[in-house]
């Protein structure tokens, strides 16, 4: 008989954990909101911060209560590491770097998770050569999302062809700028009022729409090659083990 | 290239510190700079980081920092005169536009965007020292305690960025060996060629990685509970360090409670100094924050001090 150990079964905490961290982000939301008290006091480029390190922190706790396999976690850590490089050759065009592509991918062969953390490792340890600043968690947190959210439209419509995906990248394009262009917003500029929203991300269009066609060039030159290797080495990842005769299954 | 921004260990005295010390401290300054409004605070905040990278021997690496910093600056001052109009002072007024109404520039918003911009060069600066005074692995390690996996993949991917790059020079060089130019044919003759190194770079790489998690397997990996071990010191210094983020911190929160520290731009400019407090208050905040400087240049000159602490 042969048993599939399959990587991805639901652990009980997660239920918890997932209500509880959308519970405290809402209430720092909503505190925010009201001028008087203690939250809204701290000003909304603190208080972005925290929402995003929460975020972050509910990701990571994620995995960690995970089951990863050893060839999970060298996959990932390698998969990032390709995307992390990806952004070196192509420092001098503004925003055009197939790290966004490469994250997508990989979200979208492996699954949310992987593709969370493929993303915001790719970021974190770009930035170790590249230079951390204050973008590092934004950039951990708009990568990390295009990976998961990759994985759940898979999940969502498997049949997505080259076409849906190629859009899909074109909006990680913007979607990725429009993230990074809160931090600037909400710690910079003041009276926060749409208005400024409109300045700030009409200052950052061009950039966005660079980055939006890269997207789309990358996936539509090296998607389908990438995404069929990636599938390959997906295979290799589920282990099968054989039941012995006695029918006891070592664990 | 690539190393010009990685941590160099240089053997300072700001480099020895425990990494939850350093980062306690950073982790301080950061908070303060997006907690304060008062240009004179922030102005203090940018003083205490200039001496810290000043004495952590990173001024050139700060210089790539400012070149960054400028650009976001300058949108910084931009913006915030351009489409605010709670300031009453106003200097200029300019014609209608349809979506923003009328434009007006106003004292206020100018002398808010200064002091933003002030507080983005905090902010930038803060992670500069961070690049210059903290070695990744040690930050790591302090996570590994309770984010095993996570920090074992960043480490990992931390290891293989430069081995990859590297790596692409060599699946290069094979190919131009193998009679392959990259500089020569069409655009669409160029991509494929292009694409072919990359498609190499992944497979080869992919193949490694499940060599690393046979060796992984092979080490026992997740045979059982983890263990954990630091080479990391806790010395003195770390504890007058820590004593010192923690007395700024509250401080500077008991400060912005009872408004020192912060500053009202709109509808029109408050005056800097609002009393004694604002200035006593200022010099205990940037006192504790300077501790790591004064007692790194102590040190230097005063080697009973290093022995001792």
Aim: aromatic share 14%; hydrophobic share 55%; with cysteine.
């Amino acid at each position: 008989m042969v048993k599939a150990i399959s990587n991805d079964k639901p652990n009980p905490m997660l239920k918890i954990l997932f209500p509880l961290f959308l519970i405290i982000i809402l209430g720092l939301l909503l505190a925010g909101i009201k001028q008087e008290n203690f939250v809204a006091r701290q000003g909304w480029g603190l208080l972005s911060a925290e929402i995003m390190v929460i975020a972050l922190a509910f990701f990571y706790w994620g995995f960690e209560q995970g089951r990863a396999s050893s060839r999970e976690i060298a996959l990932i850590a390698v998969l990032a590491a390709v995307a992390a490089v990806g952004r070196v050759p192509f420092a001098a065009l503004p925003n055009v770097q197939p790290t966004t592509f490469v994250v997508i991918v990989s979200g979208f062969v492996f699954g949310p998770r992987a593709g969370f953390m493929v993303g915001s490792t790719a970021a974190l340890v770009s930035n170790f050569f590249l230079g951390q600043g204050p973008w590092t968690p934004w950039q951990m947190f708009a990568w990390g999302l295009a990976g998961a959210s990759a994985g759940v439209i898979k999940m969502i419509c498997p049949g997505i062809g080259t076409r849906g995906m190629s859009v899909f990248n074109v909006a990680w394009g913007y979607l990725f700028g429009w993230i990074m262009n809160l931090w600037f917003w909400t710690s910079f500029i003041q009276p926060l009022n749409w208005q400024s929203f409109l300045a700030s991300y009409a200052a950052s269009f061009w950039f966005d729409t660079f980055h939006a066609a890269g997207n789309a060039a990358f996936y539509l030159l090296f998607g389908v090659g990438f995404t069929k290797i990636l599938k390959r080495f997906r295979r290799k990842l589920i282990i099968r083990t054989i039941e012995d005769q006695a029918g006891s299954l070592p664990d | 290239m690539l190393d010009k921004l990685f941590y160099k260990e240089k053997g300072l005295f700001l480099q020895s510190l425990h990494p939850l010390a350093a980062l306690t401290y950073l982790g301080t300054l950061l908070v303060l700079a997006l907690a304060f409004t008062n240009p004179l605070y922030l102005l203090g905040i940018l003083l205490v980081v200039a001496l810290a990278i000043r004495a952590a021997d990173g001024l050139e690496a700060w210089e790539s920092y400012l070149k960054i910093a400028l650009f976001m600056m300058v949108l910084v001052m931009i913006i915030n005169p351009l489409v605010v109009h709670a300031g009453k002072t106003v200097i200029w007024q300019g014609p209608h536009i349809p979506v923003f109404g009328r434009l007006t520039v106003s004292l206020e918003a100018i002398c808010y965007g200064a002091a933003m911009s002030v507080r983005l060069l905090d902010i930038i600066s803060v992670f500069c020292l961070y690049n210059l005074i903290v070695h990744p692995d040690k930050a790591l390690n302090l996570f590994s305690r309770f984010a095993g996996k996570s920090v074992l993949v960043i480490s990992l991917a931390t290891r293989m960025f430069p081995a990859m790059v590297r790596e692409m020079e060599n699946i290069r060089s094979v190919q131009q060996m193998r009679g392959v130019d990259f500089r020569k044919g069409s655009a669409k003759e160029k991509v494929g060629k292009y694409s072919s190194l990359v498609n190499i770079l992944l497979l080869s790489s992919l193949e490694d990685s499940l060599e690393i998690a046979e060796s992984m397997q092979a080490r026992a990996f997740g045979s059982g509970p983890r263990t954990c071990y630091s080479r990391n010191l806790w010395r003195p210094r770390d504890t007058l360090f820590l004593s010192g983020s923690a007395c700024a911190l509250g401080a500077g929160i008991w400060g912005l409670l009872h408004g020192f520290g912060s500053y009202t731009f709109y509808p029109q400019l408050d005056y800097l100094i609002s009393g004694p407090g604002t200035v006593a208050l200022l010099l205990i905040v940037l006192f504790s924050l300077s501790i790591p400087v004064l007692i790194g240049w102590g040190c230097g000159r005063w080697h009973y001090l290093k022995s001792k602490i």
